[in-house]
Each structure stands twice: as C-alpha cells, then as structure tokens.
C-alpha cells in the first residue's frame, strides 16, 4: 500500500484498515514509504499490526507522500512494476487523489496489474463517492477557522475574502460558507456561466451588511482570493476589504470522526475488493453502501455541485 499526492486528514485510519484487514485475511503486507517515488526506488518495508497501532488519531500519513514525475514515463513505471516483482508484492492499494489514481490505472493496465484504490483527498472531486477521505475534516477546520475571521470583520466593518482549498471544485467553499455562515462563496462551477462578485455586492450583502466573509475557491476561474479582491478594490473602493488564504491549514489535524469511520470502512473494503478478485477500481461510498468505481469513471467524469445548496446559502445570508 501506498499514500500518493497531497496529504488528507484520514489517510492514517485507512493504512490501519487495510493492513489489519490483509493480516486478517491471513496475507502479508507492505508499506511503500513516499507513493510512487518510493515504490520506485524501493523504500519498502514489511507491516505488522504494530505498526499501525495508535495512528488512526494522527493527521497526514505515516508512509508520507510524495510527487513523482518519474512515474509519469514508462520508463519509470516499468522499474516500478520491477520493484513489486523483486518483494513479491501481488496487488497494490494506493490511497491519494485524481493524480494518484490516473497513475495507478495507467500502471494496472501496462502491466495487467491489480490495483484498488482509496479515496484520499480533501478536494471531495473523485466521481462515484458521496464524500473522499479527508473532506469532512478540512470542512470543520474551514468552519472554525471563519468562525475566528468573523469576530475581525465584525469588529472592523470589514469584507473578508477567505480562499480555501478544492482544485478547480467548488465543494468545500460552498459547504464551508453554509458551515460558518458566511455570505456567499465564489466557486468555479458557476463562474464560468454568471459574474458572481456581482452579483454578491450588487444585490446581496452590499445592500443589508456593513462587514461580510466570502469564501473563494482557488481556481484560475475564480482568480483567487487576491484576485476578487483587488476587482473590488477598483469597482467598489467604498469596502474595506481583507484577504485570508488558509492554504495548508485544511490538510491537517486529527481526523474527524466521520473520516476514520469512512476511511476504516473503505480499507477494509479494499482487501475484499481484492479477495474479489477486482482491480483497476476505486472503492468510493454512495448512500451509506460501500461500491467499487471503475477507475476510468472515476477520473473522467466531473463530480456535480449541488446546486440547491447555493440557493440555500443566498437565501440563509440576507
């Protein structure tokens, strides 16, 4: 097993899972230290229930993660796939994001190989899973983290742009401003169809609030946190206008309990998925019930914000 990518608060609960589920299974298990980097290089070393024991409360991830460009040529994923043969090494699980699993479909299918995958990233932009390892932890830290902003931008009659992780996806923006209540989000499902920020100081909170949060997915769409707020600075120079960027915060902390239920649930998943003699699939979580999602479904297909919830959010923030 592997953690690839950026890092997500849940990650260590489903190396626990699934390497107590293998034991349990009467298999022997591997941990690859780095993702694809150290499967190519061979940092690999054997795990026993010890050695996951007390992680399931730690963020980040023990096996630590890595980018690997080199996993990115053939040349590369041959020596990685030399590495699996030279430790005897039969089917691979993989934990990260929309990176990590395009690399792991690509490698199952050069080399015929059983690959399952697990979702971990705070993003939540994996189709075929109502929610991914990591979001529901980077959520609450959102939440928290507005909380403290609002107390200053009440103060100060101030309007804080506060941008926040997602990729070029909108879910956590949109669900932290419903979260904290903040009065309104930027994201950039609907940038691309309508001109947000006018429609937010035109007729939302120009014309009812003295101080405001906005929440800002990182996206090019969005242009940022500094980019919305260097517009408003030139078309509406009467606010006062502030910006925070939570950045690595959201991939910290201890995870929350949702996610080390979710990721334990998923690692156990995984050793069945294999007994099943499955490969090439994510397993993701739909209406509660564990599913095995092709991996090309996966990666190709573009997870849908709910929409209801924007209207929830202009109409709870007048």
Known sequence: MLTSGGDAPGMNAAIRAVTRSAIFHG??????????????????????????????QRGGTILKTARCMEFKTPEGRKQAFETLQKE???????????????????????????VVGLPGTIDNDLFGTDVTIGYDTALNT????????????????????????????????????LASGAEAAIIPEISMEKDQLSDILDYGIRTSKNSSIVLVAESEVTGGAMGVAERVKKEYPNFDVRVTILGHLQRGGSPSAQD???????????????????????????NEQIVYVPFSKAIRNEKPINRDLLEVLRITSI
């Open 27 to 56: 298999m022997t298990v591997k941990g690859i230290y780095r993702g694809y980097k150290g499967l190519i290089t061979g940092e690999i070393a054997e795990f026993k229930t010890q050695n996951v024991s007390n992680i399931i």
């Open 88 to 114: 005897n090494i039969d089917a691979l699980v993989a934990i990260g994001g929309d990176g990590t699993l395009t690399g792991a479909r690509i490698f199952a299918q050069e080399f015929n190989y059983p």
């Open 142 to 177: 959102i939440m928290q983290c507005v909380d403290k902003i609002r107390d200053t931008a009440s103060s100060h009659d101030r309007l804080f742009f506060v941008e926040v992780m997602g990729r070029e996806c909108g879910f956590l923006a949109l669900n932290g401003a």
């Open 260 to 286: 080390r239920i979710m990721a334990t649930r998923m690692g156990v998943a995984a050793i069945d998925a294999l007994l099943e003699d499955q490969r090439n699939v994510m397993i993701g979580i739909q």
